[in-house]
């Protein structure tokens, strides 16, 4: 019985080459999926909470702006803001202006009024955002820790090469030795 034993010429090494390719990838693919998860997890599990805001200074030429208005600064930062309502809209610190003067809409104040003369407007709301709480930052610390091996894929391409460098070093100098080029040493 004669055994064939398969022996893949001129290849050297380039299947464990393409083999560590596509370990890579596989591992790409799987941290970008948990990345992804974590993330989804980490925005459903802020806790909902109420805060308030006192003397926030208002650009009085965005309040006047019908088309702009002043945007809550909170609003632009807080996780999940949502929810403002005006406690108090004050002009030159002290002098409360009414709740028909101006109107919330969404995360802006608007002038309802012809106001003139607003300056050292503050504004004092109330309103609810998502805080961070355990469970958050260990999914956020998870997700950072699985995101961050992808900063070994550089070290795993250059041992492979490597590796393959090697193969074919070994190679060539078979192929040489089989060849007859070198002699064997002699007195």
Known sequence: MRTNIKQDKG???LTILLSLVTFLFVIGLLVMI???MGGELIKSSFT?????????AVTSTDLINASKG???ALSLTAQDFASPSIDALYNNTNELLTSGNYTLIGNAIFNATALDGLKDVKVDYSYTYGATNDATDVMNDTTSGIGSVTD???IFVVIGAMIVLILLTVIIISAIRGSGLMAGGSA
């Open 11 to 13: 290849i050297a090494g």
């Open 34 to 36: 948990f990345s992804m």
């Open 48 to 56: 909902s909470t109420s805060a308030s805001v006192n003397t926030e």
């Open 70 to 72: 002043y945007t809550l």
């Open 152 to 154: 070994w894929f550089s």
